[in-house]
């Protein structure tokens, strides 16, 4: 298995203001993923992070608004940039391994 | 577009009865897929995939491509079978990315 930690665990910001949530792993893998879960929703991915290079985005997400970092094998940054409530969700990293993926536990995050 | 659906938002049986947890998937090429479960307090975790054939925790899967179906069953369920279970379709080969339902909610009651 790998062992993914998350920081913060849960926040409540302000809108307009943005929050930066890592992602660390118990041992080098190539690529990270970041998910979005909104309330009632299903996980969506927002983009892979690959060390040494940019992050791949997927279709209606951008980087200025979810800016990643990636600046090792065994880290990862997402950042929610200018937050709106529409942007109050749970923020997952997750890993692949084994031809499977592992989770971390997850950053609920909460925009008023 | 590739899509994974799951008809039923909540699903509330009585301990030792079958349960079966729908999921529907659209892909174009030959699909990988797989059931997550998210019991209470604790990370997103993997139960089981297609391509192993295998029961874990009395749990199994059947791929019917004609239906394009991956329905989860268990034939006695147990209060701790309680969580959220999610249906997952891989894309594509190697790369990891998962395309995931909306998931069930499955309570199961004493």
């Not at chain 1, 998910?35 to 690959?50: F, V, W």
């Not at chain 1, 937050?83 to 609920?108: A, H, K």
């Not at chain 2, 090429?29 to 997550?36: K, N, R, V």
Request: charged share 20%.
């Amino acid at each position: 298995s790998a062992v993914i930690s998350q920081k913060p665990s849960r926040d409540i910001c302000q809108r307009g203001t943005s929050l930066t949530i890592q992602c660390q792993v118990d041992s080098q893998v190539t690529m990270m993923f970041w998910y979005r879960q909104q309330p009632g929703q299903s996980l969506t991915l927002i983009a892979t992070a690959n060390q040494g290079s940019e992050a791949t985005y997927e279709s209606g997400f951008v980087i200025d608004k979810f800016p990643i970092s990636r600046p090792n094998l065994t880290f990862s940054t997402l950042t929610v940039s200018n937050m709106s409530p529409e942007d109050s969700s749970i923020y997952l990293c997750s890993v692949p391994r084994y031809n499977e993926q592992f989770f971390g536990p997850g950053t609920r995050l909460t925009v008023l | 577009a590739q899509r994974v659906t799951q008809p039923e938002k909540l699903l509330s049986v009585f301990k030792g009865a079958p349960v079966e947890l729908k999921c529907n998937y659209s892909y174009s090429g030959s699909p990988e897929l797989f059931w997550y479960v998210q019991y209470s307090r604790q990370r997103l975790q993997l139960l089981l995939r297609h391509i192993s054939r295998e029961s874990i925790k009395g749990f199994t899967a059947d791929l019917n491509k004609g239906e394009t179906s991956f329905h989860l069953k268990k034939p006695f369920a147990q209060e701790e079978d309680s969580a959220m279970y999610y249906c997952a379709l891989k894309e594509g080969t190697g790369f990891q990315k998962l395309v995931f339902g909306t998931g069930t909610r499955l309570l199961v009651s004493p």
